[in-house]
C-alpha cells in the first residue's frame, strides 16, 4: 500500500491482495465511488448484499438513506467519495473480524493519505472505532467534531455517525 503514489495503483494492488479471506467469498472488489476529489470522504463498515453485485459503496437500502442525509446537508454523491473499512462483503453481513481490519487498514490508510480530504465522515461504530483508534461504542464517538491522526502527515477533521443500516 505504501508503494502507491495514485489512487489508481492503490485500487490495483488491493484488489490483487491475498491477505484476507473474504476474497474467497465475496463476489466483488468494491474500492470506492463518488468524486475522489471530494473535500468530504465517507467510510462505512464493509460492502453489503447489493454493493457486493454491483461491486460499488452504499448502493443498497443503506446507501440510499445515506443519500437522502446528504441531499439535508445540500450535497450528493458527486460531491463526496464513498469508500469502507473492508472492500468485500464478510459472508451473511456479518461484522468484520479483526484480522480482516487489520490485514485491509493499511490500504485504506493510504487512500485516505492519496485522497487527502478535508473532512472525514465514519459511518458507524466499525469505521468510527478503526480509524479513531477508540474502544467506545458509536454512541459515544457519534456527533462531535473530533480528528482523525494519520501515521504521518497533518491531521483530518474528522465525525462519526451512526450507521444508517442501523437506522434503518
Ligand atoms: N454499509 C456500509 O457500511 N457500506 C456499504 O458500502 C454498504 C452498506
Redesign the pocket.
Known amino acids: 500500500a505504501a508503494g502507491c503514489a495514485t489512487l489508481e495503483e492503490l485500487r490495483a494492488a488491493f484488489e490483487a491482495f491475498d491477505g484476507c479471506p473474504l476474497k474467497e467469498t465475496a463476489m466483488s472488489f ?1 474500492f470506492a465511488d463518488g468524486n475522489p476529489d471530494a473535500r468530504l470522504m465517507i467510510v ?5 448484499a447489493e ?1 457486493d453485485r454491483q461491486g460499488l ?2 448502493v ?1 437500502p ?2 440510499r438513506l445515506l443519500d437522502k442525509i446528504l441531499v439535508a446537508i445540500e450535497l450528493d454523491r458527486t460531491q463526496v467519495s464513498n469508500t ?1 473499512i473492508l472492500p468485500r462483503r464478510p459472508p451473511g453481513n456479518r461484522n468484520p473480524t479483526d484480522a480482516e481490519i487489520s490485514a485491509c487498514l493499511p490500504f485504506l490508510e493510504r487512500h485516505i493519505t492519496l485522497a487527502s480530504p478535508e473532512i472525514l465522515l465514519f ?2 461504530g466499525t469505521a468510527a472505532k478503526t480509524l479513531l483508534r477508540r474502544t467506545e461504542g458509536i454512541m459515544r464517538l457519534r456527533g462531535k467534531w473530533t480528528t482523525y491522526e494519520p501515521a504521518s502527515g497533518d491531521p483530518i477533521t474528522a465525525r462519526a455517525m451512526l ?1 444508517p ?1 442501523y437506522l434503518i
Open positions: 468494491v462505512g463498515e464493509a460492502p453489503g454493493e459503496p452504499f443498497g443503506a446507501g469502507n459511518v458507524g450507521h443500516a
